[in-house]
Nanobody, 125 residues
Framework: QVQLVESGGGLVQAGDSLRLSCAASGRTFSTYAKGWFRQAPGKEREFVAAVTWAGSTYYAQSVKGRFTISRDNAKNTVYLQMNSLKPEDTAVYYC???????????????????WGQGTQVTVSS
């Protein structure tokens, strides 16, 4: 069982930056891809970004060029650097571990297993 704890959320203004962190403990599935999803009020949870153990990255079109996902395998931590934040980025952000050791860039929740509790990001205009 893996435990995922997100941190780094907060209230910022449009155009600001935030960096989210997700620390894994327990059975960390260190060689599995890890991703970030988000859920805005009244909307379904959606894919944001993912990174494989080898460092390949995948992004939703809405964040491409503004967000950067990275991981520190030695620290079992994955990061999401968010720049040029917009009000529509407001959501609870969750990190997750891929369900399979083979990850080919899926955007679907069903391809991710363990989830963190989420961290709130609020962007004011």
């Amino acid at each position: 069982q893996v435990q995922l704890v997100e941190s780094g959320g907060g209230l910022v203004q449009a155009g600001d930056s935030l960096r989210l962190s997700c620390a894994a403990s327990g059975r960390t599935f260190s060689t599995y891809a890890k991703g970030w999803f988000r859920q805005a009020p009244g909307k379904e949870r959606e894919f944001v970004a993912a990174v494989t153990w080898a460092g390949s990255t995948y992004y939703a079109q809405s964040v491409k060029g503004r967000f950067t996902i990275s991981r520190d395998n030695a620290k079992n931590t994955v990061y999401l650097q968010m720049n040029s934040l917009k009000p529509e980025d407001t959501a609870v952000y969750y990190c997750a571990v891929a369900s399979s050791p083979i990850y080919r860039g899926s955007y679907y929740e069903r391809d991710f297993g363990s989830w963190g509790q989420g961290t709130q990001v609020t962007v004011s205009s």
